[in-house]
């Protein structure tokens, strides 16, 4: 069922708003579950770690985990560990988002270890060398997000097309299987079809759902023009 | 029920150890709630993050945040949200633990977003100085661990116990409504009454009983001499 | 002649502007030492890292570190170390300045390394809680900033005077031979005159002098009613 | 004369050994400079930050920052700007050293600013994959080195041939203008001429060659079989 990597996929990530934290978290989780049955469109949610074991009871669509720390088991108090977010419920993880931008070495790792475990890798980058580099590293997914965009309200996909057309050249010039997200300032169906026009699978998004009045229409214009 | 400020205290942190992740994580809470209830010792539980949800919602003793990130709400992907951790069932964080350090300015946001919201604080210091230092900032408690003996299997309150003093009478002197608790190395009866004798009001460890044949037997065995 | 801790002090932080950098650091400090000289008020320079070993060797004023990385002798590539900032001719070292804030247990390192090196410490902080939490370290001075008014223009002496003065009284309550500086916003002779009125012994400035259009008369402004 | 990136090239990355602090930093500069000239090998010197002015002012031979902060010029006390670097006599810079790993945006952005002030980028990598990664943009080298070998004595063109010669692979297939070097381990003229017939154009290294009894003598013999 949580069939994470079927594309064209949504990706909410819920960041740290109040309006996606906790009881709000799973409201909002329900909402995107409800419109993935009606629509067939894969939406998946990110929650905060602390949320993540109870969505990922309560709905039935792919639960991904925001951030894991480049830790192994044993004494790293505090952190957040492939292990636990696994058993937790997480079937795939955002890596390196540009809201926790991690080092390349750690990068590396957490690809290989999601790839060992069978969770599903997301790496967020910011331009098309970027895109490109983490392509050699060989995670399921790479999501591009220019910062400047980012929680802008101004859609990716018309704003810079050409860094959406680029990294998905570049990525699959390195490594074809790769599949490509873009995210920042997408919102509405319109943008989610350019995205896809552009040749990206899927989107990553946050404020323009989660801040809406009702994040369910918001969703259902979403994936209204797929 | 969750008086967590009860003392003496028994605060477990679970690190992130294989032994205290997902399931084992709940077998061990369970432990640690038997035992508070048959010996009426005040036992607290300190999960990793994503297990803190589920832990909070079985067990009728304290549960305890690791960490909180020094972020407030918005756009902060991947950190730890102190309203988060509230609304999953944390009763109060570690602050500090030597394997999360954080900066001067972050420790004292979140003493004071803790008090906020009626969250108890305990602050980790490494010596007497800093030990005196967090006093300045108010937190509900103090815990020393001299870094040397951290799952070292020597208990601190044989191998150093002018520091559990030392903590005690310089945190007194600063703010004498904080309680000091001390750890590292300590896993038997003895060493808990050692720590008491010295003045500290309970204990913070892990290795020595996540790790033990039985928890609940070393977590008895912790008690007995109170 | 560098008696460095001799007060009322002026200290200068370079920052990174492009205006305090390689020759311009070089004509801005002897800027600061034929002004130290005419008026005899002790004025000390902070530049970047590798400016440092010039200035040193260029004026006869006090020449501090902006920052020392907490690690010892070895293996640390791209880091500052103690004893090389010593020998490149670093008389003391701002520590946790509000652009490179660091854990608790590094400030104590590090205060307590300069004391045994027989440099100045400067500890900056950004409230009355976190100088009194410094003051139990016990560096040579604190340095308290708000960190709203930094780089504002307007002087924490005018526009928060009770935080200079709590801070004052804070720090001498823990140790009355530390001094207390203030930053943030200082650039005049009226600035500096209400900073030692409230207590301190001296300020903490930047961007007010270096981007003055003449340093010099900036700095002979400022220490003209002391 | 500082022709950085004629090839083979040796780079002595300094460190914070106190055998290469000061004093000491410049003698071992001397020798380096010494060999070169006598042996017509590049041979160029990343000292510590503070000394880095005093190197380049004093010997022939390139002189390299072992790291530089991502930041721009203003307000960012205690960092090492790159414009500052190069004033005081930085031809180019390591990045993402070992000890000093950084995140692959600011990777990305230290590469382009380099390139764009003409300062030589020397990226510093641990395995094939990240090599390849690091590769997509566009530094002049890659200096790939497995962790577990650096310091340890065991030269990676023995222990690990398949590494360089699969970075140099790799990297080649991504952008054939790029220059691998190879590190960890190395100290003798069976060393470097291993990792010049695995395909590498040079070594990165320091114990080896620092905490020699001779430096001189150990420089010698490390070019001895080119």
């Known amino acids: 069922m949580n069939l994470i990597s079927k594309t064209p996929i949504v990706i909410l990530n819920f960041k740290t708003y109040l309006e996606s934290t906790g009881k709000n978290a799973l409201e909002l989780a329900k909402a995107c579950e ?48 492939l292990e636990c ?25 957490i690809v290989k270890r999601s790839a060992a475990e069978k969770m599903i ?31 802008s309200g101004i859609p990716v996909s018309q704003a810079e097309p050409e860094v959406v057309e ?7 010039k390195i490594n074809p299987s790769i599949k490509v997200l873009c995210g920042a300032g997408i919102s509405t169906g319109d943008d989610m079809k350019a995205a896809l026009e552009l040749g990206s699978e899927g989107v990553l998004l946050a404020s323009g759902i989660i801040l809406a009045k009702s994040p369910e229409k918001a969703l259902l214009d979403l994936v209204s023009k797929i």
Chains 1, 2, 3, 4 share one sequence.
């Not at 009606?38 to 905060?48: C, K, M, R």
């Not at 709905?59 to 560990?81: K, N, R």
Request: include cysteine; glycine fraction near 8%; charged fraction near 20%.
């Open 34 to 81: 409800k419109v993935a049955k009606e629509t067939g469109v894969n939406i998946a949610v990110a929650p905060q770690p602390m949320d993540l074991y109870q969505l990922s009871q309560e709905v039935d669509i792919p639960v991904m985990a925001q951030h894991i720390d480049p830790v192994t088991a044993g004494g790293h108090t505090g952190s957040i560990l």
């Open 85 to 109: 977010a696994k058993e937790a419920g997480a079937t795939g993880t955002l890596i390196n988002h540009s809201e926790k931008r991690m080092k390349l070495a750690d990068i590396d790792e």
């Open 121 to 151: 890798s997301v790496v967020c980058t910011n331009n098309i060398e970027i895109s490109a580099a983490v392509a050699s590293l060989g995670p399921d997914f790479v999501a591009v997000e220019p910062p400047e965009l980012i929680g």
């Open 166 to 172: 680029g990294t998905v050249a570049a990525v699959q």
